[in-house]
């Protein structure tokens, strides 16, 4: 980059990149298509590069130039290229020429250490010249910003310069991608810039132990095809001709050229054989300490700087030796490395996450244990102020739990009981070593909840020391009292207890430990409840937290197993058919009267927590693919069972349906869309929908114009009732337009939601409810039931059963939105899959309710001629009055 850095255009060709630009990006490291050009190196750098990076070292972009110009001076053979090269390519260029507007995924899974991050990049650079490519380096925490500089790189240049950014997210959370994608189309409906070809293509690149992944996903796995091996023998003898004995050492290169050889491995870690567990100098530990962190957390270091001051202490002669030189005869398997010229202070870890395992196992087998080497981590470099990235890895290592796996699929919020550390040291040494390692990372770090808090778990999950699991739940709320997770912990610790109370306790002991459990669940739910307020001064939480509404449920359910199954009076009790004083001394006696108000309540908080959940299961779920685990609906169905004794699905015809209808309505809960997600046919569906017509117009003066004097309701009635007006109010196909103001309902209906709602579901998927079918008055209402359909990606559309029941209603994209055109004016509406919204254009599409309003599911073009529109003038801005499309809430 003799002259300044340059950017691909989109017609070929490369533009200047100003300072300004920049430092516009400084949460991307962008890889300019003249990187490195012109430039002159010493040779000493490179080959201390092309070195650290066969030794184990992560790849930096000058690796991928010193490949390349060996390449084309015929001096060395190309990078290699794994198996995964080409369909990834082929997967990013696929993407690209559709020439659509928009945002695309591409996937990478890889096994630690079996070169993934390297393919990645490797991709990047020899694509360098097409895409305007970049690795995100900053936190993905603050998505809004990360977006403002995508849509910079993207933009830069004048419009006809514009060019697709590949965006390399290495080993980011899931939630990640979709909110960027969002996150950029805000951005750039803001600036109001109409894009002519894919904004960005994010290359997701995720190191896992993998399970299940789609035929789609690109794999590294850690093993060898032939073909590999060819090209990795072939590069093993270059590599011994270019550096002697030397390539002996290239460990990273060397466990893939063996096809990650146990062996190899054994072999390269034999030096630990020496070790004695009644001698272990600095240089032992060190090895150990590392050894330890690399292998429980992917990607984690220490900076050098900490590993020389652990011999601050020491009135050493060799006080001025390098690292390497302390380090011997383990230095061959350590790897020092500068990863980024903007930090200060080279990294240290080991040569390759196999290696470190191996370490690990040899040491433990000669008495250095997971558990001691874990203390000495504490001890050693936790004694003062500890660097934040430091506290993250300690973090992880003791306290990040792994997701269940059900047949190679990993199960959404359902994870294993503790870290793999803590799981190993429980295997492999005993439980009390467990204890002993939380408990010093608890006393370590006075003002972290989250140690405590894990403590606590293993005392009352293996331990089943409640007394202790209650002492230190309590300790981890009171490092962070307003943290609702964390609260969550002493509840369970309660919960736990009653559960395992064993046979026939006495009714006074359940009842007390009952209502430790339901007050610190209630203190829980309102730690939720604070979390979600808007008062500027704090973050508010995207996640409601809804574990102390269930957990209140649980131990409802288990109070009410273990009473009644001592006595079937209890029953009656509980449910409130019979005063408790009536049958006192059947019970137990006077010292029963204490929990008087106790029991007295638990009926009516029961409805309560019953009725959020049958709202919360019904309008929304975890997100567009994955459902709520089956036993949130399980408990809570038992419990309302229980207590309030009237079946959840209230009745098996439609009659039974509208009386309660009738009840539902009247106290505004979930009512209608509740109680039809139950399972109904098509007969009892069209019997319960017109005694829902019946039902809602007598709660208006039994009279349509008596309705209509009532619209637009206020933004306080419950957002049912909006659902249901309008449903009524929304013209039928026969109809060119309605006689209510749509804009006006929908936007009362939104603002209904957001008062009672959003805080609740914002984080969530927001299901479809109704449709809107083919046919006049209540005929055309299609509720989802009689769809049977999965949501996540708008196939059931393409079923013409579906589609001769469904009404395509006609509308428009602009600026990033969707209106349903009605009687010639546009009614905003939001989008199912946002990723329809990039091109400004007629349209048509399937119009779903959702508890905000109405949604368009499977939105299509339609040609521009037969609308008789031009995109010019769709592509104008907006200024007609609408609702907010959701996004993100």
């Not at 080993?171 to 979709?178: I, T």
């Not at 750039?188 to 070809?197: D, G, S, T």
């Not at 098996?652 to 509740?674: E, Y």
């Not at 969530?764 to 079918?773: A, D, K, S, T, V």
Request: proline share 4%; charged share 25%.
């Amino acid at each position: 980059m003799a002259h300044g850095p340059t950017l691909s255009a989109n017609r070929g060709g490369e533009i200047p990149v100003g300072s300004e630009i920049r430092d516009s990006v400084s949460r991307l490291d962008v890889l300019y298509a003249n990187q490195f050009e012109g430039e002159s190196f010493d040779r000493n750098l490179l080959e201390e590069t092309e070195e650290n990076f066969y030794r184990g070292a992560p790849p930096q972009w000058l690796n991928f130039h010193i490949s390349e110009q060996a390449k084309s001076d015929d001096t060395g053979a190309p990078f290699i290229k794994r198996d995964g090269y080409d369909t990834l390519v082929d997967q990013i260029l696929k993407n690209q020429e559709r020439k659509h507007p928009g945002i695309s995924t591409v996937k990478l899974f890889h096994q630690p250490g079996c070169g993934g991050t390297t393919l990645a990049m490797q991709v990047l650079w020899d694509l360098r010249k097409t895409f305007r490519c970049a690795v995100l380096t900053g936190s993905s925490s603050d998505i809004t910003e990360v977006a403002k500089e995508v849509v910079c790189l993207f933009t830069a240049g004048s419009g006809d310069h514009q060019n697709t950014v590949l965006l390399l997210l290495n080993d980011e959370p899931n939630s990640v991608s979709p909110s960027l994608e969002e996150n950029i189309m805000m951005e750039m409906a803001e600036l109001k810039v109409v894009p002519n070809m894919p904004v960005a293509i994010l290359l997701s690149c995720v190191r896992k132990d993998l399970g299940q992944v789609f035929i789609r996903d690109v794999v590294l796995r850690d093993f060898l095809s032939d073909t590999e091996k060819q090209k990795f023998a072939e590069k093993k003898e270059e590599l011994s001709r270019k550096y002697s004995d030397k390539h002996e050492q290239f460990h990273g290169f060397n466990i893939m050229q063996t096809n990650f050889s146990q062996d190899y491995i054994k072999q390269a870690c034999a030096v630990f054989s020496t070790v004695r567990k009644d001698r272990k100098p600095l240089k032992t530990q060190l090895a150990a300490l590392l050894s330890l962190l690399n292998a429980y957390v992917p990607g984690s270091y220490l900076l050098e700087s900490q590993c020389l001051d652990l011999w601050k202490c020491q009135n050493s002669i060799h006080r001025d030796l390098l690292l390497e030189e302390r380090m011997k005869p383990f230095s061959h398997l350590i790897i020092t490395f500068q990863q980024d010229k903007t930090q200060c202070g080279k990294k240290v870890r080991m040569a390759h996450p196999m290696i470190a395992q191996c370490c690990t196992e040899l040491m433990a087998e000669v008495g250095l244990t997971r558990s001691e080497t874990a203390r000495n981590l504490l001890t050693c470099l936790c004694k003062d102020e500890v660097p934040p990235f430091l506290l993250g890895f300690v973090k992880d290592m003791l306290t990040k739990r792994k997701p269940k796996e059900n047949n190679g699929a990993k199960m959404k919020e359902d994870l294993g009981r503790f870290s793999r550390l803590i799981l190993d040291i429980q295997k492999k040494e005993d439980k009390s070593k467990c204890v002993s390692v939380l408990k010093m990372a608890s006393k370590t770090f006075v003002q972290n909840p989250f140690f405590p808090q894990a403590l606590a778990r293993f005392y009352y999950i293996e331990l089943k020391d409640y007394k202790l699991a209650e002492m230190w739940a309590k300790t981890a709320k009171q490092r962070d009292p307003h943290n609702s997770f964390v609260a969550d912990t002493l509840g369970q610790v309660y919960k736990n207890h009653l559960m395992n109370m064993g046979f026939s306790p006495n009714p006074a002991d359940v009842l007390q430990l009952a209502k430790k459990a339901i007050e610190a669940f209630k203190h829980e739910e309102q730690l939720a409840e604070n979390d979600m307020k808007e008062d500027g001064n704090t973050n508010v939480s995207r996640v409601f937290n809804a574990r102390g509404m269930f957990g209140y449920l649980q131990v409802c359910n288990c109070v009410f197993d273990q009473l009644v199954s001592q006595k079937e009076t209890w029953e009656g009790v509980l449910t409130k058919n019979v005063s408790m004083a009536s049958v006192l001394e059947s019970l137990g006696g006077n010292e029963l009267l204490r929990f008087n108000d106790l029991i007295r309540s638990l009926r009516p908080e029961v409805e309560k927590r019953c009725a959020f959940y049958e709202k919360y299961l019904t309008y929304s779920k975890v997100d567009r693919e994955n459902d709520d685990p089956a036993y949130i609906d399980r408990d809570v169905s038992e419990c309302f069972r229980k207590y309030v004794r009237v079946s959840k699905h209230v009745a098996q015809n439609g009659a039974g349906f509208i009386q309660k209808l009738q009840q539902n309505l009247a106290d505004t809960s979930a009512g209608v869309p509740s109680c039809l997600e139950r399972e109904y046919n098509e007969s009892e569906l069209k019997e319960i929908t017109t005694g829902w017509e019946e039902i809602f117009l007598q709660s208006f003066c039994e009279s349509l114009t008596a309705l209509r004097q009532q619209i637009p309701l206020s933004p306080s009635d419950a957002p049912e009732l909006h659902l249901v007006t309008l449903l009524l109010c929304w013209p039928s196909d026969s109809e060119d337009k309605g006689v209510f103001d749509l804009r006006q309902l929908i936007q009362c209906m939104q603002r209904s939601y957001e008062h009672a709602y959003k805080k609740y579901f914002k984080s969530r998927y927001l299901r479809p409810l109704f449709f809107i079918g083919k046919g006049r008055d209540l005929s055309r209402i299609v509720h989802r039931k009689v769809l049977q359909s999965d949501w996540s990606d708008e196939t059931i559309f393409q079923d013409p059963m579906v589609q001769e029941r469904l009404l395509q209603v006609e509308g428009v994209v602009k600026n990033y939105r969707v209106f349903a055109t009605v009687g010639g004016k546009d009614i905003e509406v939001d989008a199912n899959q946002r990723k329809s919204l990039w091109k400004p254009r007629q349209v048509s599409f399937y119009l779903g309710f959702t508890i905000r309003g109405p949604v368009a599911f499977c939105i299509k073009t339609k040609s521009s001629e037969k609308a008789g529109i031009s995109e010019h003038d769709i592509s104008k801005p907006d200024t007609s009055p609408g609702t907010d499309a959701a996004r993100g809430s």
